[in-house]
Structure formats: structure tokens, C-alpha cells
């Protein structure tokens, strides 16, 4: 079951914020976000776990509502570096050994200066 | 200091003609995955190695194999490409299910 991401794309000015949504139908076990540039591999952001939570690293956040099923990412003061495709991945169930990540179709962020 | 390693990094194959892809990691993580990613598309996982136990996604066309020989390497290989396989493949690695996965830079395949 692949995660909805909204928006598909967003273009910004450098210092202004952003928040890229990831909804799903099922029950969730954990998220991860990912950002992708162009051309390269995608490089990890954060990884949430049901419970509900928030996690963070410089001015970029994630939180995790376990009763809607969404993750939201927050990207605050954006810089020129922030810009690339955006990707959530979703893990249902409760993990085990057949561990399977899907992920959404991606949001394109663009910072502009 | 690179952690999961793809080689090649460009492969150009002919249609129907036999290619393999490798990976391998210094990382020494228990499970290996290999995604196919198509221009403007998400990642899609293909199967995955915990330690030598092997896990195909229901999807995945039977064209697809992958070997693990041991913990480092994983191969993935393709053995008619057709011109729909054309895409970026990633392996990733992780030191367990639910954790951290770690993508290789990806081999982009090109079907003539």
C-alpha cells in the first residue's frame, strides 16, 4: 500500500519554510524520510516510530500522528542544499524479518535564492 | 570511505542480452535490498537478503535473480533485459529491519 505525499511539488524562496505531508489508508509501524537529489542516491533524513513522535536535526523535523496514519516533514529557513525529491517510506505491520519499506511518489522541492 | 559500493555505475546491455549488477558493503549490515527506480518515480523494492534468507516481492518479474554469496556482496541479475528494465537500481543496506537504510549511488541500466 503505497503512502500519499502532498504536495507533489513545491518551489521556494531560500529562507522560507515548508511541510511535505505522507498519509496512509493502513496502519503504520514506522516512517522514514529520505531526500534525492538529481541523478543521486537517496541519503537518510529520520526514522519515526508508532507512539507518536517528533524528531529533528538542524532546521529540519518530522512528526508522526499515529491516530491519522501521517507523517509530516518541516523544513524551516530553507536553504539552497535542501532542494531535491523528498520521499517517505512506510512500514506496516510490526517489522520481523520480512521487513518491507514502500514509498510515496515523492515531493520535488525547489529552494530558489 | 564508501559504505555500499555499485558497480558499474553505467551499464549499457542489449535487449535480451544477459547483465549483472553488483553491490557490496563495508558496513557489514545483516540485510541487503535492491530497488528499481524509473525516471520521476519512487524507489520500488524488488527482494531483499536477511543474512541468507531471501524475500521476493510478489511483483517482482521472474527476470530478476539475486544471489548473495556472503555478507558483503549481493547481486542482482537481469537475465533477458528488455527495454522496460531501463532504470536506476539501487541497493541498500541496513544493520537490521526497521533501521536506517543505506543506498549505494546506483548502477543506471540502459537496454539498446
Known amino acids: 500500500q503505497q503512502p500519499v505525499q502532498s504536495p507533489q511539488a513545491v518551489i521556494l524562496r531560500e529562507g522560507e519554510d515548508a511541510v511535505i505531508n505522507c498519509s496512509s489508508s493502513?496502519?503504520?509501524?514506522?516512517v522514514h524520510w529520505y531526500r534525492q537529489k538529481h541523478g543521486e542516491a537517496p541519503v537518510f533524513l529520520m526514522i519515526?516510530?508508532?507512539?507518536?513522535e517528533q524528531k529533528g536535526h538542524d532546521k529540519i523535523s518530522a512528526s508522526f500522528n499515529e491516530k491519522k496514519q501521517q507523517s509530516s516533514l518541516y523544513l524551516t529557513a530553507s536553504q539552497l542544499s535542501y532542494s531535491g525529491t523528498y520521499f517517505c517510506?512506510?512500514?506496516?505491520?510490526?517489522?520481523?524479518?520480512?521487513?518491507?519499506?514502500?514509498f510515496g511518489k515523492g515531493t520535488l522541492l525547489t529552494v530558489n535564492p | 570511505d564508501a559504505m555500499v559500493i555499485q558497480n558499474p555505475r553505467y551499464q549499457v546491455t542489449q535487449f535480451g542480452k544477459p547483465v549483472t549488477l553488483s553491490c557490496s558493503q563495508t558496513?557489514?549490515?545483516?540485510?541487503m535490498y535492491w530497488y528499481q527506480q524509473k525516471s520521476s518515480q519512487a524507489p520500488k523494492l524488488l527482494f531483499h537478503?536477511?543474512?541468507?534468507?531471501?524475500?521476493n516481492e510478489a511483483d517482482t518479474p521472474d527476470n530478476f535473480q539475486s544471489r548473495r554469496p556472503n555478507t558483503s556482496f549481493c547481486f542482482l541479475d537481469i537475465r533477458s533485459p528488455g527495454l522496460g528494465d531501463a532504470a536506476m537500481y539501487l541497493c541498500?543496506?541496513?544493520?537490521?529491519?526497521?533501521?536506517?537504510?543505506?543506498f549505494g549511488p546506483g548502477t543506471r541500466l540502459l537496454v539498446l
Open positions: 517510506g512506510t512500514e506496516l505491520g510490526s517489522g520481523g524479518s520480512n521487513y518491507k519499506l514502500t
Open positions: 558496513l557489514n549490515h545483516n540485510v
Open positions: 537478503y536477511y543474512d541468507k534468507d531471501f524475500n
Open positions: 541498500a543496506t541496513s544493520r537490521a529491519v526497521l533501521e536506517t537504510q543505506y
Open positions: 493502513k496502519a503504520l509501524y514506522s
Open positions: 519515526l516510530l508508532k507512539g507518536g
